[in-house]
């Protein structure tokens, strides 16, 4: 009776009613990439605010109920012992951790704010503060399935000249390694949807949100693109993937994030590293047996 007690306290731990939730984050880029993570005002910062992830490998990371924020992939980086250092994308203040500090744009942005409770999650990928990497995000329901959302396509090979940020030395050296929004690139209330263009009436979609939205339908283009691209769901896990249209497994999960003829294979499980509590978890269980 005792190893059974022992192994239902842990799963009501780790799964109990707050629907606790987890970011499975994947590397599907044929590069090292170095995610960031952004927590809104008023939630706390996930247990690592970035890191390096190699390609093909992938990372849980727990969150708590109610947390609010974004997750982004920064390229091009840098850093030395002390986690000081740069990225030519997405940088956060120079450092590996971000520590509070978002994404300098371009960066393509997953933000989404969890349900506290039974309450629905809300979730979507923006490309508003521009575009450095294709970026998927799908949800594993807890009440069944929910709507995967993200811009798969890559925009840096379409980008307008006015706009493409190019790379120095190193990686990606004289490529188009992010495309800037027309609010960074020119600076005008018409684009920035500021000023007299600060409501959904006046700000409407622009000639470069439109390209953007074309390629990426399910996206948020510009600020108040709420319509066809903000995703509700309660979920015990977002998986969320990198360059989804490269190194694709051969599995049958598979999702389509909107853009036609593109289909998404999930990494294979394998490769995920688990958080420390779930180690202890099936450590202690394999004892018990």
């Known amino acids: ?32 990439i170095w995610p960031g993570t ?10 690592t605010t970035g890191f390096q992830l190699d390609s093909g490998q992938s990372v849980r990371i727990p969150t708590v109920p109610g947390w609010s924020g974004r997750i982004w992939g920064r390229t091009g980086c840098s850093f030395d012992a002390l986690g000081v250092g740069s990225c030519q994308t997405g940088d956060c203040g120079g450092r590996l951790e971000c520590d509070g500090n978002g994404a300098a744009p371009p ?7 969890l349900g506290a409770g039974n309450d629905q999650d809300f979730y979507d990928v923006s490309i508003v503060d521009g575009y450095n990497l294709p970026l998927v995000a799908a949800p594993r329901g807890v009440y069944g399935s929910c709507n995967a959302t ?33 609010c960074e690139a020119f600076g005008l209330d018409q684009y920035c949807c500021s000023g007299e263009f600060a409501n ?5 979609p622009s000639f470069y949100s439109s390209i953007f939205k074309r390629a990426c339908p399910r ?20 998986v969320i993937i990198f360059c989804p249209n490269s190194l694709r497994a051969n599995r049958s999960d598979s999702f389509d994030d909107g853009t036609e003829g ?18 202890i978890f099936l450590l202690a269980v394999n004892m018990l047996f």
């Open 262 to 279: 593109k289909v998404v294979q999930i990494v294979s499980s394998s490769n995920i590293l688990l958080p420390l509590p779930m180690l």
């Open 219 to 238: 996206a948020y283009s510009y600020a108040f693109d709420d319509g066809t691209s903000t995703f509700t769901c309660k979920a015990y896990d977002y």
């Open 200 to 204: 959904p009436t006046t700000c409407r």
């Open 107 to 113: 960066a393509s942005l997953f933000e989404i704010t």
């Open 150 to 182: 993200g811009c798969a396509s890559d925009i840096n090979m379409g980008c307008p000249k006015e706009l493409q940020v190019v790379g120095g030395d190193g990686e990606g050296g004289g490529q188009v390694v992010a495309c800037k929004s027309a």
């Open 1 to 32: 009776m005792f190893p059974s007690v022992l192994i239902l306290i842990f799963l009501a731990l780790l799964f109990g009613s707050s629907h606790s939730c987890t970011f499975t984050i994947s590397n599907n880029c044929p590069y090292t």
């Open 38 to 47: 952004l927590a809104g005002s008023g939630t706390p910062q996930l247990p």
